[in-house]
């Protein structure tokens, strides 16, 4: 399959930060909402969820557009086999980052790439894991000060200040932490025919 200037592709997601990765790679595209549900089963691994997440929020965009290539992507951090979600306020992230101190966290990214017109599905997950530094109540509340990150997943940007919460990260991707792996990414749009570098 060859690219071609028809390739029509949207990332199904209003998330800021995953627009910004997805400019990286050069490519000419729109974002939408989805209008998805982001609940969990009972009893679902985290890996699950994301990969779910992704894809539903794919499917959802590509009913309505069946000709183009949609792009969904989700992340669901996991402690002691706890999903965390987005905390959404600033106690709820004041948690999120006390819970996690000292400790390591498991980041699952899922993204999804979705033709419905010709049923072309590609997947890709990351596994990352970020090691906390053990972090008093004073250092979690001037962070969550200076950078109320109560939208992203664990309560943090890693992309901003608060790379400076951690002792270390093990990632095959250093984007699939915000929330989009580029290189997983980039290797689905070339499969897909798409002209990426």
């Known amino acids: 399959?060859?690219?071609?200037?028809?390739?029509?592709?949207?990332?199904?997601?209003?998330?800021?930060?995953?627009?910004?990765?997805?400019?990286?790679?050069?490519?000419?595209?729109?974002?939408?909402?989805?209008?998805?549900?982001?609940?969990?089963?009972?009893?679902?691994?985290?890996?699950?969820?994301?990969?779910?997440?992704?894809?539903?929020?794919?499917?959802?965009?590509?009913?309505?557009?069946?000709?183009?290539?949609?792009?969904?992507?989700?992340?669901?951090?996991?402690?002691?086999?706890?999903?965390?979600?987005?905390?959404?306020?600033?106690?709820?992230?004041?948690e999120q980052l006390a819970a996690g101190s000292g400790r390591s966290v498991q980041f699952h990214t899922a993204v999804c790439l979705l033709r419905l017109s010709d049923g072309t599905r590609l997947e890709h997950t990351d596994l990352t894991r970020a090691h906390f530094r053990t972090l008093d109540a004073g250092q979690i509340q001037r962070y969550v000060d200076r950078e109320p990150a109560f939208d992203c997943a664990g309560g943090f940007k890693c992309e901003g200040l608060g790379i400076a919460l951690f002792e270390s990260i093990q990632t095959c991707d250093p984007t699939a932490l915000i929330g989009l792996p580029l290189i997983g990414l980039s290797a689905l749009l070339r499969q897909a025919g798409f002209e990426v570098p």
């Open 1 to 94: 399959m060859t690219s071609s200037t028809h390739d029509w592709l949207i990332l199904a997601s209003t998330s800021p930060y995953k627009r910004q990765l997805l400019e990286r790679l050069g490519l000419p595209f729109e974002c939408a909402d989805p209008r998805t549900e982001e609940r969990q089963r009972p009893d679902e691994p985290a890996s699950d969820l994301a990969r779910r997440l992704a894809c539903e929020k794919a499917l959802a965009l590509a009913g309505r557009q069946p000709q183009a290539w949609v792009i969904g992507a989700d992340q669901v951090p996991e402690l002691d086999g706890r999903c965390l979600g987005k905390p959404g306020d600033r106690q709820r992230t004041i």
